[in-house]
């Protein structure tokens, strides 16, 4: 079925929106190697991954503590630092025209992450591109994480659309997929990743860049 042009975009935040430079700064200012970062970020995921599936629960914030623990020597208070320069992160430099393209679309934006409340805001608001993104999500608030079915139909219901009215863009393709398989339009673009993992669901779209990305949706028939 040709996916339509939805009514509602959710950006992933973590990588797909905001640079992760600070979290990899931190380490490096405490004596880690600046690629420690890939690492430390995708055990996160898996603590809080393995957590969900289990029928357990973690914040974000805990999970990137647990992991920064079993990779690292950092104390606690060292560790607690740099987990605050989430607060510090900023968007990609292709983030703002691409929300004010579908702003001046007419499609409404918004955030959706796993992640802790107020990065998102933090970063938008930091550079001044706040007003483009209609609300931020994230599943915390109902004890979730992507790629769960849950977190995409509770995001939908949130914005009062139907899932298939909901795009999905993000630069991870387990998050894609999740989308894919809540009945979203899932849209995947390279940051880190090099490839859509030919493993899960295919995107409806996958493009070379956050940009193209959005043109791709735009270029969709209206319903």
């Not at 109902?142 to 795009?167: D, F, H, N, S, T």
């Amino acid at each position: 079925m040709t996916p339509r042009r939805p009514e509602v975009v959710a950006l992933d935040v973590n990588e797909t929106l905001l640079d992760l430079a600070p979290i990899r700064a931190g380490l490096v200012e405490h004596g880690e190697r600046p690629e420690l970062l890939a690492t430390v970020f995708a055990r996160t995921l898996l603590t809080g991954f393995a957590a969900a599936t289990t029928g357990t629960w973690c914040r974000f914030r805990d999970a990137f503590d647990a992991a920064l623990a079993q990779l690292t020597d950092l104390s606690p208070s060292v560790r607690s630092g740099i987990a605050d320069s989430f607060l510090d992160l900023t968007p990609h430099p292709d983030v703002e025209a691409a929300l004010r393209r579908l702003v001046e679309a007419g499609v409404r934006v918004v955030t959706l992450t796993h992640g802790s409340p107020g990065v998102a805001e933090a970063g938008l608001e930091r550079a001044g591109i706040a007003p483009l993104v209609e609300r931020s999500l994230s599943s915390e608030l109902i004890r979730a994480w992507k790629p769960a079915r849950e977190v995409y139909l509770w995001a939908a219901g949130e914005c009062r659309v139907e899932p298939a009215a909901m795009a999905l863009v993000a630069a991870h393709g387990w998050d894609v997929h999740g989308a894919v398989r809540a009945g979203l339009t899932g849209v995947w673009f390279p940051r880190e990743e090099r490839s859509y993992p030919a493993v899960y669901d295919p995107a409806a779209l996958v493009a070379a860049d956050l940009g193209g990305a959005v043109d791709a949706l735009l270029a969709l028939p209206a319903s």
